[in-house]
Every structure is written in structure tokens, then in C-alpha cells.
Nanobody, 119 residues
Framework: QVQVVESGGGLVQPGGSLRLSCAAS????????IGWYRQAPGKQRELVAR???????NYVDSVKGRFTLSRDNAKNTVYLQMSSLKPEDTAVYYC?????????????WGQGTQVTVSS
């Protein structure tokens, strides 16, 4: 059974920091690309950052220089370090694990963790 669990969300003041974690089980974790998405009220879900199975990262322009992704394959966990947080970063953050092979796609999502940036 595959489980993807996010943690680390909460309430933080503008300019503050949070570290989100995404822990997965039931999959061959090191083969998966991991993406963090977010969805603010009334908005579409957007990709924030992604780390490939090989460790390459990419970020949406609005978080470049502020967010950093890392992965620990030994712990089946990906971390999203968020700094210099802004009110517009407020959203539910979701972790997605993605792997494709032989024309089959394996996509799993977590339940989300709320991040609120407010004074």
C-alpha cells in the first residue's frame, strides 16, 4: 500500500521559515520524481518545485532563491525548505510522487499540509 504523508505546515509570520517534509512508503522511492504543489483558495493547483530521481531541481519563478528542495533516499523523504515567506505563499501544499516506465505512469499524492503566512 502506497502512502505519501506531508508534514511541517503551520502559521508563520512574513519573512519567516518553514520546512515541509514528504515521506513516502510502499514505493521504490529513489526512482521517483517528487514534486511539491500548492493550492490557494480560489486558485488552481500549481507546481512549486520538483526534484528528479537524479537530484536535479527546478522551481517556479516566484519561489526561486527562497525555497530549496532536498531528498534523503535512505529515509524515503523529500524536504522543502521555505524561507523569506510571503503572504502569497499561503496555500495547502501537496506532495506528488511520479514515476513512469514502459508507458505506465505511477502518480501518488499526499493529503496536503496547510501553510499560512500572516502577521
Amino acid at each position: 500500500q502506497v502512502q505519501v504523508v506531508e508534514s511541517g505546515g503551520g502559521l508563520v509570520q512574513p519573512g519567516g521559515s518553514l520546512r515541509l517534509s514528504c515521506a513516502a512508503s510502499g514505493i521504490f522511492f529513489r526512482k521517483y520524481d517528487i514534486g511539491w504543489y500548492r493550492q490557494a483558495p480560489g486558485k488552481q493547483r500549481e507546481l512549486v518545485a520538483r526534484i528528479t530521481s537524479g537530484g536535479s531541481t527546478n522551481y517556479v519563478d516566484s519561489v526561486k532563491g527562497r525555497f530549496t528542495l532536498s531528498r534523503d533516499n535512505a529515509k524515503n523523504t523529500v524536504y522543502l525548505q521555505m524561507s523569506s515567506l510571503k503572504p502569497e505563499d499561503t496555500a495547502v501544499y501537496y506532495c506528488n510522487t511520479h514515476y513512469s516506465s514502459n508507458f505506465r505512469v505511477y502518480d501518488y499524492w499526499g493529503q496536503g499540509t496547510q501553510v499560512t503566512v500572516s502577521s
